[in-house]
Structure formats: C-alpha cells, structure tokens
C-alpha cells in the first residue's frame, strides 16, 4: 500500500507539521524532538493478514515508515526470535527469547537505523554525511554509506578498538579518531560538519533513525504470535522488553515502534522495559534509583566502549516516563558480570555476541534474581550484535586519522570549560590539514616514498601511494584527493593517458595535478600535459620548492598568515591601508572550499582584489551587507539553493540590480539553463577549464565597466 505516513507532531508543544523529513525542528518551539504519525487505522485493517505475505525484512512494515519509492536495501530486518531454552531453564523462567540482531547485514541492530537514514537522504540527494559513533552505528552506516555512494565521515572515542576501526576503513569511510570522550567527538564532528556544510546526523532527536530501529517492535509482536496465538487477531506482546542501554535511542525507538501497534490495535498493552547498563557508565541507573529527573553527565569508565555514552540527555527523562508509565525498571551489571554471561551465553545457546549485548544478559539475570521478572512471564532480550574483526593487511596504512586535543599549550589560568572549547577549536583547525589528501602515483616505491615523506615532513597531510596507473585512478576515485602528483613514464598507461583519463571524468577533473618526471620533455610533450597544474623534472628542483608549491596549491594557512604579516607591516606606516580602499572587494559563493580558496588566490595574487568567501546562499545573502561586494563570482550547486535563485535574489536587492556576476561551476549546463545567464549577462566559467589569465582578464573588464 505504502507509506501512511500523515505528519509530524513536535513532542514538546504538540505543534503538527507536514510530513516533511528535511525539518529538523518544531516551526513552533525550536524543539528538535519530532515524532512521525501515520494512519494507525487503514494500517491495523490491513496488517495482521497482509503482511504474512511479504518480504522478510523490515520493510514488510512499509505502511509506518516514512519513505516511499525504491530503496536500497540488503535485507535489514525480520531477524530470527530464538526460544532460549536452555537459559530460560537455568534462570528458572518459562518463556524467553532471544531477538537475534547479530544476524543483520553489518552484525548489530543499528543497521535499520542505518538502513532508514541513508534512504532518506539518499532520497534527498545528499551525497556527503558526518556522524560520531561509540561504534555499532558507524559500521551500518558505513556501509550502507557505501551501497549509496555517499561519502561518510566518522568521528570515534580512541576507546574504539581497532579492529572496529578497520572494518569501517574497509567500508571507504573515512575515518577519524578523536583523544576524547564521546561527548567531545559530537561535538567536533558537528562543527566538522558544520564548517564544511556538511549533513550532520542527528541520532536520537532524528526521525528516521528511530523509525528504522521501532520496526524491532513490529516483528517481536509479530514473530511471538506464533508462539502465543491470540484469539481477537491481535499480536503477543512480551511482558518484558530487556535492552543494554547507551544514549537510549535503541529502547525509545522500539517503544515508539509497540506504542504505535497499541495505537493501531493490534497490540492490546504495553511491555514492561528492563533497561540495563553497564556500572562503569550508569547515569541513567544512578539518576532512576535516586528518582531524579534528569540524570548527570559522568565520565564513563568501561571496557565496553559500545555503551559508553557519559551525557544521556534527553535520552533519560523520556526513558523514565516510559518506565514509570508501564512498569519498567533500570538497574546496572559489571564489566565483569557481562562478560560471564557473554560466555555462558555462547556456551549454553550458541550464541557469540559483542559485551554490549551480554550486558542485556548479565541484566535478565540480575532481574530475576532480584524478583523483578515472575517466572511465568514472556521476556524478549535484544542479542543487539556482534563484531567482525576486518584483517589489517587488506587495508592501506593511515586508514585512520589520529586527532588529539592538545591542551597542553593553554594557559592553566584559563576556565576548564574554555580550555575544551579552545582545544576543540585548535583540533579542528589541524584537522582541516590533517584531511587534506594527496595521492602519488609512481611506478618506482623508492620515488613516491620519497615524495610522500617529503611532504610529511613539512605538512600533517595524509599522503597515499600507489605504484601503478591502475591502483592510482581507483584510489584517486576512493579517496577524491586534493591533489594528485603524479609521476609521467609508467608501465600499462602512461601519465598523458593517465591525466587525460583523470581530466576527462568530472568526479576528478578539478584535482590538481602535478607531474614529476624524470624525461626530458619535447614541446609536443608539454602541449599534451597542458591541463596538468604544474610539471617537475626528477633532479632538477629543489625538494621545499616542491613542497612549497603544494602547500601553495592546497590554500594553506601559512599563505594567508604571510598576506596579513606582510599587512601588518605596512599598516605602521599608513594606518588607512588594511582597509585596501583602493581594491575591488569580489564575493565568492562556493560550498567547496577549495575552489573558493582557489579562486581567492589568483586573484588576490594581482593586488587589485580582496576576496570574501562564502559557502551556501544564506552567508552569500549575510555577505552582502557587512563587504559591499562589486562583482559576485558564483557556483550552482550550493547546500541551501540553486544559483539560479541567490542570482535572483540578489539582484532584486536594490543596490545589487546591475552587479557583475560570473558562474563558476563544475555543472554542465543544459540550454535552458545557459539562455537563463545569457538574458541575464551573466558569463559562465567551466571549474575544470580555468584560464587563470582570462579569468583575471574578464573581472578587470566587468568591475571596471
Ligand atoms: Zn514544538
């Protein structure tokens, strides 16, 4: 039938909205806590006999999940529900059962979360996504990232072991590894995201995610009704639901998912919950036996990273109501007593799963022990998943970026809270050079070392090798570097091949390229390496000239720090001089930073010129007002609005009627779009074929008109 999705109601102040998946929050309130609704009626007319016929994945439940159209999939959902038999005759119990979420594409729950939020966005034509993850979450997304050619970063606690990490490497995620707590790594990769406008995940406050995981619900519901038939048509609902807890989104997700069967009535009461966490991070634990409202952040000390979420948030205070509303409690267990019942668990059921899942476990355990669970009643445990160590040798080196909050150089008199943010700043900053990728490819190992420790040893660049043509242009296609060099006689393809291939793919042709070579180039030779950003002759240059370059060409901080040196000098002798009232002030509007970097360059380079970067329509638009801009450099694909329209907003502003404007884009252009610049005088400059000389040619022209 699809999706019934009806609208979204804002949790906080009951605000409806359209079904709109791109809000992020209340029209209303700001709140960022939006439930989706759907017909909860025509649904429950349907299920109980339509579905038996469907798929056996997640998406059998299309009717209550947001999305519509085609998805990609790799079979998410409908894990088995396993009788325990032995453990239920162990503990004493008549009915348990195990919900075994191991067997999901990437081993752990999370994969419907992942699978729901990259549909999504995928759907939305996000092609980039940042996300910090304790672990489990990042691999789904990586790979379901993978499957949909959107480009992941992830940002991870140093707690995360390696083996995790390898895996996600595997994925072609890129990866980054933050000396810090949970809390801290969210918080970069949210100004990493931000900086870059770059689509942050949203976690526990995102619809999606949590749809994606409620579907647990629906299939417990489901799959026990085969157990415990009921007469009415309606479906079994366990006594108790049993989950090892993190930030919460997990239990919150899958109680929405049985509130919206009792809702639909097709459930007739709600599960208790039996919520577990581990002792050494229990803020939750510690705030519900206390009856606090709101729980307090802690550092966590656990070896089972998984679970080591310090802050809970929201996560707490709706998680308490759910347990006081329906019965449901929270207690913790030991590192230790996980990983007995991780063993035990394996031994008695077969079952080999990662310590966060034992915790569930060692929780059940705990439970009926001390009275909470009688011995006649259904209990569901989430076996919420298991690792899959990924070989260190299949995986280039630097597979991971080692970020650390060096505090070491802030002053001790400053506040703690200032010396974080501080550290969090200078950390992002070097992880602007950190990410910056470069790829040498050069047939002979001793030469692309030599040119990678090169660079290394001036800059933290992240530089990857490769020793053919071949491995080269499948790295450079992974990796989308910042800068290819490259070297010109190599076996199977030579460098003119090699570049044209590069400059003739519009995934690559905007990388610069530089050659090195060691033959002695004819003119005929250098017209065909004339879309290569500069060429090198082997022994004839000096290695810091090199290195130089590069740093020139990838925008560095050390340029703009000698542009203002070389400002302050001047500004001694005639204070009116910063002020440059003699230059032509030009806005460049691109979301890719290195382009507008670029473009700041050449033209700052011939004086004449000061250049104001900005990255989407609405700092364009903010632009405006504080630099006054004569002409307006401007690429289509912004994160916010086609250029088209910032081109017609602007110059429907009064003073901006006539200004100059130049498109400078990546996008081929159709006829309609080209006549749409035409009528409005407006020249179109293609990113891959830029003529500095002309560009600078045809600004004078146009500012000076
Ligand atoms: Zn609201």
Redesign the pocket.
Known sequence: MGSLFQKIV??????EMPPDLTRV???????K??NAIYDYKTTAQLWPQAVKERDADLWRYEELLPTRGEHITMGEGWTPLVRAYKLQRELGLSHVFIKDERQSPTGSFKDRQGALVVNIIRQQGINECVLASTGNKAAAYAAYCAKADIRLWIFLTSMVPNEKLRELALYGAEVVKIAGTYEQAKKIAHDFAKRRNLYYDAGIAGIPGREGLKTIAFEIAEQLSRHFPLENGKWCVPDWYIQAVSGGIGPIAIRSGFYQLLQAGLIDRMPKLGLIQVEGCSPMVTAWERDWEEAEAITPRTRITVLATGDPGVGYKILRAACKEDGGTMIAVSDGEAFRAMRRLARTEGISMEPAAAVAFAGLEKLTQEGYIDPDEIVVVNCSGHTFPAEKHILEDQYVLDLELGEQNIAPSVSPATQIEEGLGAALERLDEQVTTIVVIDDNPHDSRLIRRLLQSHKNYRVFEANNPIDGLDLVRHRKPDMIVMDLTMPDMDGFNMLNALKSDPETANIPVMVISAKTLSPNDRERLSKAHSIWQKGNFNTRELVDRVVEVLGNDQIDSEVSQTVQVVSSVDLELPKRPDRKRVLVVDDNRRDARLVKRILEANQNYTVYESYSAQEALDALHEVGPQLLILDLLLPDAPGEALLDEIRSIPDYENIPVIVFTAKSLNDAENDFFRDRNVPIWKKGELDRQELVRNIDKMINR
């Open positions: 804002c949790r906080d102040c009951g605000n929050r209340c029209t209303q309130c700001g709140s806590w939006l």
